[in-house]
């Protein structure tokens, strides 16, 4: 029995030793985690101690209270900001009031937070312990702080940068060199990532400094001298005016000078009419032969139709789209049938459109017997060179002489008497034409278009009758004026204006 009881307090005895054993060593691991592995088990929401983020100390602060004390610091200092950015002879400040504190810290705070936070508890406690000794000290980029500059830096480079300025074609139709260049400006362009980038190095290293804003020189992207080599001649037109009066030479001359060194854009549409201005003796015009109801009288402008029909032909060749064109009553003698451009101010204008594939360049230029019309521009891609062809579908009769009483004595210096007859106008024959464009290449016709289809319309002859009657014992002498009836238009008669019509004009009629 008492060796039971002593074999009993044995193994109570043992057991207290044990389990005291145990709470020493469980007391002893849980100090020494404690000393040595205190952050695994401490609060890791917190800045470790000694930790600095752009000056400011953030021990032992979440990283709101980080932010909010970053972020106050940098609102008392924003004052003291005053940047000066040069360039050239021009200079700009930036102050305090041109920057915002940004609400944008939480990834870059949250980055610092995590420093050291990695790594199993040995890493940790080792990185920790370091911090504590050497400190931890961080700026956060003021391009992440500090902001709203943008819009006072796009001022400031709007007035530095320059675009680059190609060179231009220069058209000189009277040179011998009629197209050269002008000389190309380089344009420049501001860094903005690394003016960026030298305000934020700025504003790290004090809040006073002088920047040389950068930029970068640019150059006009267009190679001009490759579209200066594109400009050909690609049409030209001359009419003859030999036998025309100094005043009417002087007219066509006149209008074919507002033409002359023209630029066409593309699509750019053109006006005959108001190109040349009025037709008034203030605007330069002199008095000659025009056309009115189909009859030649006196008028200022008289042979500006010339030019325009001039101009119209090589229009017509240069394959450019004619938008208002207008026959004349009369046919005109210096070009074949339905290729005459009437202009007339009011109700009559020549209009064109630059439909081509670049711009256009008009020269005019004349001598004493012919006046020219070239035109410069793009050749033609498909190779295809154009003429012109006209056709006489027939002859209109006229219907003779109409013979006018002179009951006001208008005309009383040429007829007086009953019987006495002076002719006022012959009648003319009319004509149903058609103008065409032919397409060649290498010679050979590969298309033909209709253009005009006109219909100059006869014109009746006028004989002017005295109304006084002749005196007793009074006699007219024969009357040289022969009276003209309705014209009967035969196949002969026709054939025979053809013929005329194409000695006149071979190349129109038989192309």
Known sequence: MKKEQDKEKKKKKGAFFWLMSVSFVAVGLLLFCQFFFGDAISDDTTFYANTFINGVDVSGLTKAQAKEAVQSKMLSEKDDISLTLKSGDKSWNLSGSDFEVKDNLESPIAEVLSYGREGNIFQKKQIENKIKKEGLSVNISYANILGGVESRIEEIASEIEKSAVSAQIVFSPDQEKMFTLSDQKSGLVVERDMLYTMINESLENGKTDLIEVPVREIFPQEDMSKMLEQIKLISSFSTSYST????????????????????????????????????????????????????????????????????????????????????????????????????????????????????????????????????????????????????????????????????????????????????????????????????????????????????????????????????????????????????????????????????????????
């Open 244 to 511: 025309s009066t100094d005043a009417r030479k002087s007219n066509v001359r006149k209008a074919l000078d507002a033409f002359n060194g023209m630029v066409v854009e593309q699509g750019q549409e053109v006006s005959f009419n108001k190109t040349t201005g009025p037709r008034t003796a203030s605007n330069g015009y002199k008095n000659a032969n025009i056309i009115v109801g189909g009859s030649y009288v006196k008028g200022a402008g008289g042979g500006v139709c010339q030019a325009s029909t001039t101009l119209y032909n090589a229009l017509i060749l240069a394959d450019i789209e004619i938008l208002q064109c207008t026959h004349h009553s009369l046919p005109a003698s210096y070009v074949p049938l339905s290729f005459d451009a009437m202009v007339s101010e009011g109700y009559a204008d020549l209009v064109f459109k630059n439909n081509l594939a670049g711009t256009v360049y008009i020269k005019t230029h004349y001598d004493e017997n012919n006046v020219y019309v070239e035109i410069y521009g793009p050749e033609r891609e498909d190779g295809l060179t154009l003429r012109t062809r006209s056709e006489l579908v027939k002859v209109l009769g006229h219907e003779g002489d109409k013979i006018i009483k002179d009951t006001k004595g208008e005309y009383a210096s040429q007829v007086l008497y009953k019987g006495e007859y002076y002719r006022l106008k012959y009648p003319r024959e009319g004509y149903e034409s058609k103008g065409y464009v032919q397409y060649l290449k290498d010679g050979q016709v590969q298309e033909e278009k209709m253009i005009r289809h006109d219909h100059y319309l006869p014109q009746g002859g006028v004989i002017v009758e005295g109304t006084e009657e002749l005196g007793e014992g009074m006699t007219l002498p024969a009357s040289t004026v022969k009276y003209i009836p309705p014209q009967k238009v035969s196949k002969e008669s026709e054939e025979s204006v053809r013929q005329k019509l194409e000695k006149n004009f071979p190349s129109a009629y038989n192309p």
